[in-house]
């Protein structure tokens, strides 16, 4: 069954767009300092006039499918290239979620254990859940964003007592620098991997309350990213979360009640593990959406793909500086291909639309 609802869209837009920004923060706190609760406000509205108005394009145009769009938009011929870009990048996001997560299995847990033990334990259950199909990639995202959910929850009711709101005065002492902007522009980048959706909404159904559930789903990842970020940098001064290359991990270990009660770091590791497959099946299926859309699929494609994955991922995730370095250039690239470009498309194809409309 590959159809799916709009409450389904909802989960998979938690997927693609919660994790990043809480695993690794100090991309764009680097940047940003203190103030850099407020790039993660700014980079959530950007991203939600740019994903509704994804959204509204589709829905006044009653045209979902992604590469129908960019071949009306731009001709077959620069279509399909920019399409292949997309799935380039997307390609590039199952990089980051499998070197991310590898690593940060081997640095904080199982430091003896070879990173390439932890990519075999993510891309071959990938491949195994993806070939079972859509029902059971909504089954599974669904389960694991819920316990998430729960997770972070219980997080922000731990680690409460721990926050001093003094760390993030005084408030934008330096005002609007090149910095700062950087920062909005990386937190941008963290939240582009939602255009990894895209894809998806030819498979949507009843799309009559999709602008709806679009919204829910914006608000409430947008009201836990910048939670996220306030309660990081008012846990620890800019100085000290600049040190760890994981923080929200090392925050939850403050984490103590009646001197035997620790187990924050158990939910911060359910949210990483989980959260980063879910964005690689996510991810996974979307390339194999478009894949077929352009015909370029076959059934050895997601062992194909899979290995170059691995591959490139066993040497990017063997050091963190090399992982953080890699991490600082996909920013740019997310916010470049997962929103300009698609922006870009989604307006001219729009702008094409109502022409052709008057015209008749």
């Known amino acids: 069954m590959d159809k799916l609802n709009t409450r389904h869209l909802m989960f998979i837009i938690w997927g693609t767009s919660i994790v990043a920004l809480k695993t690794y923060p100090n991309i764009f706190i680097v940047n940003g300092g203190r ?48 399409l292949i870009l997309f799935i380039i990048t997307l390609i590039i996001s199952l990089i980051e979620s499998s070197s991310v997560e590898a690593n940060a299995l081997h640095v904080n847990m199982l430091a003896d254990t070879p990173v390439w033990f932890f990519l075999l334990f993510i891309v071959i259950p990938a491949i195994y859940i993806t070939k079972k199909g859509t029902r059971a990639i909504i089954i599974i995202t669904i389960i694991a964003i819920s316990l998430i959910m729960m997770a972070g929850i219980n997080l922000a009711m731990l680690t409460a007592k721990y926050k001093k709101f003094k760390y993030l005065l005084p408030v934008m002492a330096n005002g609007i620098t090149t910095s700062f902007i950087l920062s909005v522009i990386k937190a941008l980048g963290c939240y582009g991997s939602i255009a990894i959706s895209i894809p998806f909404l030819s498979r949507v159904t009843n799309k009559s309350k999709i602008i709806k559930h679009c919204v829910i789903a914006l608000l409430i990842v947008i009201q836990m990213e910048i939670f996220a970020s306030v309660g990081l940098l008012s846990t620890f001064n800019v100085s000290r979360t600049l040190t760890l290359n994981y923080p929200k991990l090392i925050q939850t270990q403050l984490v103590s009640y009646f001197d035997f009660l620790e187990v924050g770091e158990f939910f911060v590791m359910l949210q990483m593990v989980g959260g980063w497959f879910i964005k690689y099946i996510l991810a996974l299926n979307a390339i194999l959406i478009l894949l077929k859309n352009l015909s370029f699929f076959n059934k050895y494609m997601i062992h194909i793909i899979t290995l170059i994955v691995f591959i490139i991922s066993y040497f990017v995730s063997g050091k963190v500086v090399l992982l953080y370095k890699f991490l600082n250039l996909y920013v740019y690239f997310s916010v470049i291909s997962f929103i300009v470009i698609p922006t870009i498309i989604f307006s001219i194809f729009f702008f094409n639309t109502r022409k052709k409309d008057k015209n008749y």
């Open 35 to 82: 103030d850099s609760w407020i790039s993660v406000i700014i980079a959530s509205i950007i991203l939600f006039i740019y994903f509704i108005f994804l959204i509204s394009v589709c829905k006044k145009t009653k045209c979902y499918n992604m590469d129908e769009i960019y071949h009306k938009a731009l001709g077959k011929t620069m279509g399909n290239i920019f």
